[in-house]
């Protein structure tokens, strides 16, 4: 989701963090997850209004919920660690497709770490157009549906957390402003959630910085509208963004370019100009490794060259 920066009506980003969840931070430990994306995505769109909302999820009844549960062919446990490091290295490598079908051998299991996994999978599938016949709404109800049911097995899975939050934006983004905004609030529960489990999530941090300074952000008319619907914007500040993308540069330094560039717009708000401009460049610095990547650096570019004209 775009949105605009101060008066000067610049676009601070061209797609929206949530959809491009695929960060690029080193793997944790997969045993440790239990307590929200074991990485990340971002995608345009001309609503200047956070794609952060929920939407109860229209998946299968509770009492087919109930016979899943009971039927003999699923079992509560995960696999080991062993089992799960080739599929997290897949996703590492971006290899969508020869992960989703790595990740058949374990649909028998009712397992939180597998089902995040298959949510996670089938996002990024959603992303490249490999939707096997279906709407990508219908896709990614799918998606939310996995999500839902890891956290239904293990409420304390952070990565579930994260994911639950990061696929119902997904959903919301054909539901209308209306329930995007809905579901602000539950969105960050989730996100927090997920760092209450796992305070090295840099991710989550990453996200929840996101989501304050595109509220923070808001354009006035936007502020309108919110304020005719549900009566104000959740507050936020830049000193907020910058407490929780500091912290998330903390546990992965430089992982996420997405993050350093937050870094440094919410240091130029803030006066700090000497920090905004190592932030702006040791963006400009990072790697290239996903399509979204680009498009932040391409959007830091200008965004430097304007609050500090001269060369690079």
């Known amino acids: 989701m775009r949105y605009s920066l101060g008066s000067t009506g610049k676009r601070l980003c061209s797609r929206s963090v949530w959809q491009a969840v695929r960060p690029s931070v080193p793997h944790r430990?997969?045993?440790t997850f239990h307590g929200y994306h074991g990485n990340q995505s971002h995608t345009s769109s001309h609503?200047?209004?956070?794609r952060t909302v929920g939407v109860l999820l229209a998946a299968s009844t509770l009492a087919e919920e109930e016979e899943e549960v009971?039927?003999?062919c699923y079992r509560e446990e995960d696999p080991s660690p062993e089992q799960l490091a080739p599929l997290d290295k897949l996703y590492d490598e971006m290899k969508f497709e020869?992960?989703?079908e790595a990740l058949t051998?374990?649909?028998?299991?009712?397992s939180a770490?597998?089902?995040w996994r298959r949510a996670r999978c089938q996002w990024e599938l959603i992303k490249i157009g490999k939707l096997n016949g279906?709407?990508?709404y219908a896709a990614t109800s799918v998606a939310f549906s996995l999500a839902e049911q890891a956290l239904e097995v293990d409420e304390r899975n952070a990565a579930a957390h994260r994911w639950r939050a990061i696929l119902s934006n997904g959903l919301t983004q054909a539901k209308g402003i209306k329930a995007q905004l809905n579901d602000l609030p539950n969105m960050k529960e989730h996100l927090l959630r997920a760092v209450e489990l796992d305070p090295n999530d840099a991710t989550a941090l990453t996200l929840l910085g996101q989501w304050a300074i595109e509220l923070k952000e808001m354009a006035w008319y936007q502020r309108k509208i919110v304020n005719t619907l549900f009566g104000g914007v959740p507050h936020t500040t830049y000193e907020e963004?910058?407490?929780y993308c500091e912290r998330a540069e903390n546990v992965a330094p430089g992982a996420w370019n997405r993050n350093l560039f937050l870094l440094g717009c919410a240091y130029t708000r803030l006066g700090n100009r000497p920090r905004a401009r190592c932030y702006l460049e040791r963006t400009l610095k990072a790697p290239i490794r996903t399509q979204d990547d680009q498009k932040v650096a391409d959007e830091a570019e200008s965004f430097y060259r304007k609050e500090f004209p001269g060369p690079l």
């Not at 609503?47 to 956070?50: E, R, T």
Request: hydrophobic share 45%; no cysteine.
């Open 98 to 100: 020869e992960l989703e």
């Open 134 to 136: 279906q709407s990508k």
């Open 113 to 115: 770490e597998i089902l």
């Open 29 to 31: 430990p997969v045993a």
């Open 105 to 110: 051998k374990f649909e028998h299991l009712r």
């Open 70 to 72: 009971r039927s003999p």
């Open 241 to 243: 963004v910058v407490e």
């Open 47 to 50: 609503n200047a209004v956070l």
